[in-house]
Each structure stands twice: as structure tokens, then as C-alpha cells.
């Protein structure tokens, strides 16, 4: 009598992805007040209560939480099942959800995606830039970028684009002005361009030399939460910005921008994208996989 059928499940799990009756409702195709009876009558039938329903939202109970973390991955799997079939139809379709950062958007996954639609023309792929480190099985994402060192050990990580080096940089009247720092510590005596993450911490400047690492906690009165913009600053002579060295290399080429501490920058393995494990990855995801690896073999 308890037992709930998948389109029961479904129902639940629209609303606990959501956590919207409204955009629950949209994605099954029924209306916000079907859905509530819907939900109402699962509720019953289980006798426990599942959803918190409050004028601030939705959110799950505890037997809410529970259900979800132990069916979801369930439904997954038979998602991934059905994908599979997709090898049988010819060239694999589907659509592919990855989380990554601005600078890892625009420096690696951007340039290997254009390749991969272009070989993959029934496969649509959605990128969303947030500097924000994701729970990418929360956020309903396939994959997410990032350096290794952030990523946690549950997860399989295959690298994905060049080594990356950083660059410290300044603009020429800035330099001119102040010099150029001759070790890492030395830039107490500079404003630097101090870069804060979306959780509020503020990131320190890594450098490495003959073996020795070393990290500075720089000091300087601007503030940013962008790369792109820290490079901006940096052209108009706010400080000194430790960049990635593809950002500014053009700068640095025109002239615009003047490279210190170069022999302090060594190189880094770079990005890595990640993906949970499973038994069976959904179609679109395998055949990014194996066309990032097959990028990386060439």
C-alpha cells in the first residue's frame, strides 16, 4: 500500500531539484495545484511528511532529504541507461550541463567546447561561469572546472587544457613610479590588487623558486571579485594583479602592461573537469570525455 510508483518519484523530485512548486510544475507539464495534490497525496500514502511548504519557500524535511539523496542517483542511473541507447541512433545527442569559473570558461573550456559542437552538431552544451566553488551533484550539474587541489576526492578528475603559469603585472607608469619588486616579500611595499572569492576569502599570491614555495598575503586599498576586471585596473595603473599569464599576455606584448617577479611564476598543471563516479555516464558526457582526452593525446 506504501509503495510509490516512479511517476510518484518523479513528482518528489521535481519539487526537491526545484524547491518551486511553480518550476516543478513547468517541467512536468501540470499545473502548481496538481502538483501540490500530487505531492499531498504521496505524502499520505507514505504517511510521512516530505516538503516544508513556507511563505519564504519550499524546502525538504529530514525523511525529505533522506528520500531524495537515496533516489536521485537512482534516477540517474536510468537516465544514463536511456542515454546509452543513443550509440545505437549514430552520433551521440543530448545536452551536457557544466559549472567552471570565469577564468577557467574563457581560457580552456570556451576554446575545446566550439571544437566539440562542431564535431557534436546534436549536442547542447550549457556553460555556467561562477567563481563560486559548486556542489556540482546539488546543482544538478554533469560536470564542473577547476584546479585539482579544490576538488574533492569523491570525484574523477581528467585534465583539460595547457599548464597555466601565473604573471604579476603592473602598468608602466606604476612600475616606473614604485620599481619593480625583486622577491615576493617585497610587495609589502606595493599596492597590490587584492582578489576576493564569492565565499569572502581573500586569495594569496603563490610563487615558487628553487624549490621554495612561498605565499603573500598582499595588501592594497582595491578590492575585486573578477579577473577580467583586476586586469582592467591593472592597465589603468591601480597596482600590481597576479593574473593568469594567458590573460595578459597580450598586454605585456603591446607594452601595456610590465611583467615582475617572472622568475617566481612557475607553471601549474592547470584545469581539471570533473564529474562524479558513476556505473553509466549519460551519452553527452562520455563523448565530451573521450574528445577532451583525444585533444590532450594530440
Known sequence: MRRLRP???????????HRSFRKAAIELGVTPSALSHSLR???????VRLVNRTTRGVGLTEAGERLYARVRPAFLDIDAALDDLDTFRGKPYGKLKINAPRA?????????????LAAY?????????????VDVVAGGFDAGIRFGESIAADMIAVPIGPRHAFA??????????HGRPRTPHDLKNYACIRYRFAGGTFYSWEFERGGMDVKIEVQGPLVLGDQDVMLDAALGGAGLAYLFEEQARQ?????KLVRVLE???PTYPGFFLYYPSRRQLPTALRAFLDFVKAEKNV
Open 7 to 17: 511517476a510518484d518519484l518523479s513528482v518528489f523530485l521535481a519539487i526537491a531539484e
Open 41 to 47: 497525496a504521496i505524502e499520505e500514502r507514505l504517511d
Open 104 to 116: 577557467a570558461a574563457k581560457l580552456v573550456l570556451l576554446p575545446v567546447v566550439a571544437r566539440f
Open 121 to 133: 552538431p546534436n549536442i547542447e552544451v550549457e556553460v555556467v561561469v561562477d567563481d563560486a566553488l
Open 168 to 177: 604579476v603585472v603592473g602598468s608602466p607608469g606604476y612600475i616606473e613610479r
Open 251 to 255: 598586454a605585456i606584448a603591446a607594452g
Open 263 to 265: 622568475d617566481w611564476c
